[in-house]
């Protein structure tokens, strides 16, 4: 069980993909979805197609572009929005996370969206769950130019926003953005034990992490 200090605790910044929603329908897009429609755009095969795409997936991750729609639009030749479209019925929320909302809206708490998805990644999330009325903010790091790795994201929020870093609580699956947070003084991170409903529990390292979001109820 995990006991968090909620009295201390004003602001919630939740990240969005594997933390409240089920990291299944972007790795299924990105892994599957994406090399298959890629192979079949392009007149190749699917094995050539992940070939071409895999190292320049590993070449932008944890960059602002890696979350660009608009920069794999480019790269690949084709519309990453639309075919995402093609699968959006996979997008799911974790269990129970609109309990945990509800719960923080009700005690009061600033609760805030952060990620690093492409505004049109967010709107077409949140034209399939009804995330925005549990949030003060929904923010992009697009917004800001940064992805929540580089500390100046952290900088650019704390100016946008206003929130102490000491009485904040921040839940994300990456553990490079909870460490990158970690360093900015955040007080209170979780990361996620298993943001893939369809792949095993991860390691979460020197992180606690959420398993059942009723287990965090203030």
């Not at 089920?22 to 094995?47: C, K, M, T, V």
């Not at 034209?127 to 009325?133: G, M, N, Q, S, V």
Request: charged share 25%.
């Amino acid at each position: 069980m995990i006991q968090l200090p909620w009295p201390d605790i004003d602001t919630v910044l939740l990240d969005m993909d594997g933390t409240l929603l089920d990291l299944h329908f972007d790795n299924h897009f990105w892994l599957e979805h994406l090399p298959q429609r890629y192979a079949e755009l392009h007149g190749i095969s699917r094995q050539q197609a992940e070939d071409e795409l895999l190292p320049l997936f590993h070449a932008h991750a944890g960059q602002l572009q890696w979350y660009c729609t608009d920069f794999w639009s480019r790269e690949l030749k084709l519309s990453v929005r639309e075919l995402k479209r093609e699968v959006a019925h996979l997008i799911a929320l974790r269990p129970d996370a609109d309990t945990f909302l509800a719960a923080l809206r009700a005690a009061g708490k600033r609760v805030v969206l952060i990620t690093n998805a492409h505004r049109d990644s967010l709107s077409l999330k949140l034209e399939r769950i009804e995330l925005a009325p549990y949030f003060d903010r929904l923010i992009s790091s697009h917004d800001y130019g940064f992805p929540k790795e580089d500390q100046q994201f952290w900088h650019a929020l704390q100016a946008d926003f206003g929130f102490d870093p000491a009485r904040s609580l921040f839940i994300d699956d990456s553990l490079p953005i909870l460490r990158s947070a970690r360093q900015f003084g955040i007080a209170q991170l979780l990361a996620v034990r298993q943001p893939d409903s369809q792949k095993p529990p991860k390691d979460s390292e020197e992180f606690a992490a959420v398993e059942d979001y009723r287990e965090l109820l203030p």
